[in-house]
Structures are given as structure tokens and as C-alpha cells.
């Protein structure tokens, strides 16, 4: 018995430095909890989708439309995973047995039985889910889950657990009677040779031995077969023992799945839930693999909104044919935010998910890389700079062409002239290498430099101000800011 994986393959696994890259500067930590809060499992399962961002449209497609069939039958599914989990912590209380450091130990008979114990297990379960199933009135659109609710209807049917479940009530004979019926040759130095079960004998039952014209029957006594009779009755019965191990390893795995993509289905029901409540707007990403820029309309914070306990403002931004966008402006004036609300809309984009905007447009990046300041590194004696630097290598080495790179207040840490310069080479090796970059920066100097240029590859944001020079959050289109507005550092520095 095998079963394939339901819904979706794993994409290209992240690094561990680029998913703890990911994790740290988008507060994916945030997200996580809200789509799973205390349960770890669902977070595990959560975490392990963000990580792997799709670069296959059929593939998001297909995943986007479980999606929305899961939220549409909760309920359903929700029971699915928890039979699911049950089945499989059931089982794993029985694993230490298994293990092949005990095969001197425990008998093939002891493992044999207790895999019968744990096949029971499993046949309670997929009765359950064919129950819930069958009980289920409403339609589904995806094509994976309506090729999984047959495949359970059909596979797991009344009839036919009902006659997995006779075959193990033959098969637990052996917890009542060690009568076994064998079949066996006398091989090279009275060794028995290929041994063959016929049946397992039920108590009290005569003991018959049906013989071929060609066998002869040789009773057990003083000979030197009796000193061999362990080993005859371990191979009949070991192939039983694979055969056994092998379908239970079979339906764990089918559970387990279940349980792991029906965590983060279930993850982003729960997800959509909390950002309606606090007032987001949600949509639906359009998705076009050789689109040119992202283009989004009234787009937020989801992690911000979390935090926070209410929607923050959005921003309206199109940067198609641009492939670096440079954000410039006071502290506190929300470019980090925005810097992370494009991070986390393509990641949830392109991990099949909905997006925190009114609208939202995007190609399909082969990596998504993140940037940020993170602090000295006082173990090995790396000031800013250099942990910096190595950090910056770090992702050289790895990037890709026709991936987004966020760069959050990148080369602040050393002197404004040798932070212009080192900003010059290295946004420009990355731009010729056919990467997008968002560089949200304070170096005025570099930024001054590419507006006079007059580059058409670049879009030019700024933290947008209200009448009386207060921050609103929301970013324009406009020339870099050389410097904070008097009255907004009066503000920072004294208050009021």
C-alpha cells in the first residue's frame, strides 16, 4: 500500500543563513505565530512553506486553489489532521521497539505482533477519515483534493478496511498460538533451506503437514535440524515482518503529509482570520512570470498590523521597468516598513498565499534576499562594518539573476564618502547581474549622484510629510531628501 503526496512538493530548500536571513528581518516570527499560535507542529509546517518560495506557476496555482478550498470546508480538514496526528502519536509509542538494535533482543514474532498493533492503529484512523469524507456534502474546485477525497473513498471504503481488518485478525493468531506451519528443505550440513509460512495454526487445531511428491517428512528429535528450529521459525516469519513494516511505513507517511500540508492550510485560514479582524485588505496576487516590476495598490504591513493591533497605512507603488528603487527620508518616516511589506507580499505570493493590499502584481523571482543592519559581532572582533561586509558576501555568493534584493540602510556604518563609493559598486554589480534591488538608504550623497543622472532604471521614493511636516507614513515619488525637516527633529529631540 503507497500513497503519494497530496498537495505540493517541497520547492528548493533555503539555506540555513538565508532562512535565519528571511526569519530576522521580515519577522517571520510574527507570522508564524499568527498562523499557528502554540501549536508547534502547524508552525514547523508553516515555516517550512515560507522557506521554499515556488518559482512554478502551475505549481502556485494548484496550491492556491487548496487553499481555498480548505478554507471553505474548515472544519473538514481540520478533523482530517487531527485523526491524522493521533494515528501517527498512537503509533510512535511503539517506534523505540523497532529499532534494529533490539533485532537480537526482541523476536521476529514480538515485532511482527506489535506491527499488527500499530496497523490497527492506522485502519481506526482511515476509517475515521473515510467517515468524514463521505459525510462531507459540499464541492470542491481544486483537482488535488477532489483526487484526494476519491482516492479516500475508494481506498479507505468500508469494505475494503473491513478486509485489511480480517486478514490482521488472522494474522494476531500468532498472540494466542506459536503453531506455525512451515515449509523448509534440508540444505548443506543439515541446515534447513528455504523456509516458507503456509499458515499460521489456530489453538487446539490439528496439525496436519500437506507434503509434496518429492518431500519427505522428518520428525524433530535429537538431530542437528533441532538446534536450528529459532532460525527456521525467523525466516518464515521475517517477510511477514517487512511486508507489515513496509505497508504501516506507507500509511505513516500518507498521515504524516496530511499532517504537515494541512498545517499550513489550516495555518493560512487562521492568518486571514487575524488580518480581517484588524481591518486588512486582502487580495489575491496576480502572478506573471515575465512581468517586468511589481506594481501594488494600498499595500501594508502584515507583521506591522500583528504587532501592533491595527492596519497601518498603505502605499501605492509600481516600479515596472525599474530594477532599483532607492527610498529616502527621516527616520520614523516608514521606509523599513514598506521595505518589509514588499518582502513579505512576494514571499506570500510566491509561497501560494493571499497579500496584505487592495492589489497586487508581481513576476516570480528565482530568491528572494534580505539585507539588514544586525549588531557588532564582540565574540570574533568584527566591528559594524565588517560584520556587514561578510554578511553582503554571504549573499554575493549566493544570488541569483532575476532575484529581489531588499537593502535596509545598507554601508551606514562607515564614513559618507566610502559608504557613496562602496554603494556605487555594489548596487551596480548587482543591477548588471539582473537583480532588482530596494535600497532603503540615508546616504544622500550616492542617492543625489543617481537622480542627477537622470537613470530610467530607477524609481525614487521619499517618506511623505502632512501640512504641518508630520509623518504620515506613506510614501511618493520624488527627489532624495537630503536631510530631516527641522521641525520633525525638533519634535524627535525635545517632543511635542
Given at each position: 500500500?503507497?500513497?503519494?503526496?497530496?498537495?505540493?512538493k517541497?520547492?528548493?530548500?533555503?539555506?540555513?543563513?538565508?532562512?535565519?536571513?528571511?526569519?530576522?528581518?521580515?519577522?517571520?516570527?510574527?507570522?508564524?505565530?499568527?498562523?499557528?499560535?502554540?501549536?508547534?507542529?502547524?508552525?514547523?509546517?508553516?515555516?517550512?512553506?515560507?522557506?521554499?518560495?515556488?518559482?512554478?506557476?502551475?505549481?502556485?496555482?494548484?496550491?492556491?486553489?487548496?487553499?481555498?478550498?480548505?478554507?471553505?470546508?474548515?472544519?473538514?480538514?481540520s478533523?482530517?489532521?487531527?485523526?491524522?496526528?493521533?494515528?501517527?502519536?498512537?503509533?510512535?509509542?511503539?517506534?523505540?521497539?523497532?529499532?534494529?538494535?533490539?533485532?537480537?533482543?526482541?523476536?521476529?514474532?514480538?515485532?511482527?505482533?506489535?506491527?499488527?498493533?500499530?496497523?490497527?492503529?492506522?485502519?481506526?484512523?482511515?476509517?475515521?477519515?473515510?467517515?468524514?469524507?463521505?459525510?462531507?456534502?459540499?464541492?470542491?474546485?481544486?483537482?488535488?483534493?477532489?483526487?484526494?477525497?476519491?482516492?479516500?473513498?475508494?481506498?479507505?471504503?468500508?469494505?475494503?478496511?473491513?478486509?485489511?481488518?480480517?486478514?490482521?485478525?488472522?494474522?494476531?493468531?500468532?498472540?494466542?498460538?506459536?503453531?506455525?506451519?512451515?515449509?523448509?528443505?534440508?540444505?548443506?550440513?543439515?541446515?534447513?533451506?528455504?523456509?516458507?509460512?503456509?499458515?499460521?495454526?489456530?489453538?487446539?487445531?490439528?496439525?496436519?503437514?500437506?507434503?509434496?511428491?518429492?518431500?519427505?517428512?522428518?520428525?524433530?528429535?535429537?538431530?542437528?535440524?533441532?538446534?536450528?528450529?529459532?532460525?527456521?521459525?525467523?525466516?518464515?516469519?521475517f517477510?511477514?515482518?517487512?511486508?507489515?513494516?513496509?505497508?504501516?511505513?506507507?500509511?505513516?507517511?500518507?498521515?504524516?503529509?496530511?499532517?504537515?500540508?494541512?498545517?499550513?492550510?489550516?495555518?493560512?485560514a487562521?492568518?486571514?482570520?487575524?488580518?480581517?479582524?484588524?481591518?486588512?485588505?486582502?487580495?489575491?496576487p496576480?502572478?506573471?512570470?515575465?512581468?517586468?516590476?511589481?506594481?501594488?495598490?494600498?499595500?501594508?504591513?502584515?507583521?506591522l498590523?500583528?504587532?501592533?493591533?491595527?492596519?497601518?497605512?498603505?502605499?501605492?507603488?509600481?516600479?515596472?521597468?525599474?530594477?532599483?528603487?532607492l527610498?529616502?527620508?527621516?527616520?520614523?518616516?516608514?521606509?523599513?516598513?514598506?521595505?518589509?511589506?514588499?518582502?513579505?507580499?512576494?514571499?506570500?505570493?510566491?509561497?501560494?498565499?493571499?497579500?496584505?493590499?487592495?492589489?497586487?502584481?508581481?513576476?516570480?523571482?528565482?530568491?528572494?534576499?534580505?539585507?539588514?543592519?544586525?549588531?557588532?559581532?564582540?565574540?570574533?572582533?568584527?566591528g559594524?562594518?565588517?560584520?556587514?561586509?561578510?554578511?553582503?558576501?554571504?549573499?554575493?555568493?549566493r544570488?541569483?539573476?532575476?532575484?529581489?534584493?531588499?537593502?535596509?540602510?545598507?554601508?551606514?556604518?562607515?564614513?559618507?564618502?566610502?559608504?557613496?563609493?562602496?554603494?556605487?559598486?555594489?548596487?551596480?554589480?548587482?543591477?548588471?547581474?539582473?537583480?532588482?534591488?530596494?535600497?532603503?538608504?540615508?546616504?544622500?550623497?550616492?542617492?543625489?549622484?543617481?537622480?542627477?543622472?537622470?537613470r530610467g532604471?530607477?524609481?525614487?521614493?521619499?517618506?511623505?510629510?502632512?501640512?504641518?511636516?508630520?509623518?504620515?507614513?506613506?510614501?511618493?515619488?520624488?527627489?532624495?531628501?537630503?536631510?530631516?525637516?527641522?521641525?520633525?527633529?525638533?519634535?524627535?529631540?525635545?517632543?511635542?
Amino acid at each position: 500500500m503507497t500513497f503519494d503526496i497530496l498537495f505540493f512538493k517541497d520547492a528548493a530548500e533555503a539555506t540555513q543563513q538565508e532562512a535565519g536571513t528571511l526569519m530576522d528581518d521580515l519577522r517571520l516570527d510574527v507570522l508564524l505565530d499568527a498562523m499557528a499560535g502554540e501549536d508547534k507542529r502547524m508552525a514547523d509546517a508553516c515555516k517550512r512553506v515560507l522557506l521554499r518560495p515556488l518559482t512554478n506557476e502551475k505549481a502556485l496555482s494548484a496550491r492556491r486553489n487548496v487553499r481555498a478550498d480548505v478554507a471553505a470546508h474548515e472544519s473538514l480538514f481540520s478533523g482530517l489532521m487531527t485523526a491524522a496526528r493521533e494515528a501517527v502519536d498512537g503509533a510512535a509509542r511503539y517506534a523505540e521497539f523497532q529499532k534494529p538494535r533490539y533485532d537480537h533482543i526482541i523476536p521476529p514474532q514480538k515485532k511482527f505482533l506489535t506491527e499488527i498493533h500499530i496497523a490497527r492503529l492506522y485502519l481506526k484512523c482511515l476509517r475515521n477519515i473515510h467517515a468524514m469524507v463521505t459525510g462531507e456534502a459540499g464541492a470542491f474546485r481544486s483537482e488535488a483534493v477532489q483526487s484526494l477525497m476519491a482516492m479516500i473513498r475508494t481506498r479507505f471504503s468500508t469494505e475494503n478496511i473491513a478486509r485489511m481488518e480480517a486478514r490482521l485478525k488472522t494474522l494476531d493468531s500468532l498472540r494466542l498460538s506459536d503453531d506455525l506451519t512451515l515449509s523448509a528443505s534440508v540444505g548443506q550440513g543439515l541446515k534447513p533451506a528455504g523456509v516458507v509460512l503456509n499458515c499460521l495454526a489456530e489453538p487446539g487445531a490439528s496439525r496436519r503437514k500437506h507434503l509434496r511428491d518429492n518431500e519427505t517428512q522428518i520428525r524433530l528429535s535429537s538431530t542437528t535440524l533441532i538446534r536450528n528450529t529459532d532460525d527456521v521459525v525467523q525466516s518464515a516469519v521475517f517477510p511477514l515482518l517487512q511486508t507489515m513494516a513496509h505497508s504501516n511505513k506507507s500509511i505513516r507517511m500518507f498521515l504524516e503529509a496530511l499532517d504537515v500540508q494541512l498545517g499550513f492550510y489550516l495555518g493560512c485560514a487562521h492568518l486571514r482570520d487575524r488580518l480581517k479582524k484588524l481591518g486588512i485588505l486582502l487580495c489575491e496576487p496576480e502572478i506573471t512570470p515575465g512581468a517586468n516590476g511589481i506594481e501594488s495598490n494600498a499595500l501594508q504591513n502584515a507583521v506591522l498590523a500583528l504587532q501592533e493591533g491595527r492596519a497601518p497605512a498603505g502605499n501605492d507603488v509600481c516600479f515596472l521597468d525599474k530594477r532599483l528603487v532607492l527610498v529616502t527620508g527621516v527616520n520614523q518616516g516608514g521606509k523599513t516598513t514598506f521595505l518589509r511589506s514588499v518582502g513579505l507580499a512576494q514571499l506570500m505570493a510566491q509561497c501560494g498565499m493571499f497579500v496584505a493590499a487592495a492589489a497586487y502584481a508581481c513576476p516570480l523571482y528565482v530568491g528572494l534576499y534580505t539585507h539588514f543592519p544586525s549588531g557588532e559581532d564582540t565574540s570574533r572582533g568584527k566591528g559594524l562594518l565588517d560584520v556587514e561586509l561578510h554578511k553582503l558576501s554571504g549573499i554575493v555568493d549566493r544570488i541569483r539573476p532575476h532575484s529581489l534584493l531588499l537593502m535596509n540602510e545598507t554601508f551606514q556604518t562607515t564614513m559618507p564618502l566610502d559608504a557613496k563609493y562602496l554603494a556605487e559598486l555594489t548596487v551596480r554589480a548587482f543591477l548588471d547581474s539582473g537583480i532588482t534591488v530596494l535600497f532603503v538608504t540615508h546616504l544622500y550623497a550616492y542617492a543625489a549622484a543617481r537622480y542627477a543622472d537622470h537613470r530610467g532604471d530607477t524609481l525614487f521614493l521619499r517618506a511623505k510629510r502632512d501640512a504641518d511636516g508630520r509623518n504620515t507614513y506613506v510614501l511618493q515619488e520624488g527627489e532624495p531628501y537630503a536631510s530631516a525637516m527641522g521641525s520633525a527633529l525638533y519634535r524627535e529631540v525635545i517632543g511635542g
